[in-house]
């Protein structure tokens, strides 16, 4: 069983009330609120949204940062759609991606652990997904994203 004592959850939970304190500020935008890949249909007219329960009011960029947190989660911080994304942020607007890319791997983790602690999810799966959160808050903190 896990615990707060558990390093990687007091990591993120630590990481969680950094970004929760910035988040109350943050001026917010419409957004889908989950994209992923299997939220997108091809149609004759180009691709349409599906899946539109968590479509609310969201910073700047969260649709594309959860795209690329979801892909983070699922196939780790060297996937190529990771790598892609990262080299075509516009520099002026890295600052900004970031704290929202940090914030949607954060909300991940933490909602399946959650979760998986009540029986109600794979608790496996969501300690994977707690060590790659970890281990892209360690290179956002080393500074290795835009490398």
């Known amino acids: 069983m896990y615990s707060i004592k558990d390093e990687g959850i007091s990591k993120i939970l630590s990481a969680y009330e950094s970004v929760n304190e910035r988040m109350?500020?943050?001026?917010?935008?419409?957004?889908?609120?989950?994209a992923h890949r299997g939220n997108l249909i091809p149609s004759s007219t180009g691709w349409c949204w599906s899946d539109l329960e968590d479509v609310s009011l969201m910073p700047k960029f969260w649709d594309l940062a959860s795209f690329i947190g979801n892909t983070?989660?699922?196939n780790g911080l060297k996937h190529q759609t990771v790598q892609h994304a990262l080299q075509n942020i516009v520099p002026q607007e890295q600052t900004s991606f970031e704290f929202v890319l940090k914030a949607r791997v954060i909300f991940g983790p933490m909602t399946n652990?959650?979760?998986?602690?009540?029986?109600q999810g794979d608790l496996d799966f969501a300690k994977m997904q707690l060590d790659r959160a970890n281990d892209f808050l360690l290179h956002l903190k080393n500074g290795v994203l835009w490398d």
């Open 24 to 34: 109350l500020n943050e001026i917010l935008y419409p957004a889908h609120g989950d």
């Open 72 to 74: 983070v989660l699922f």
């Open 113 to 119: 652990l959650s979760l998986a602690l009540q029986g």
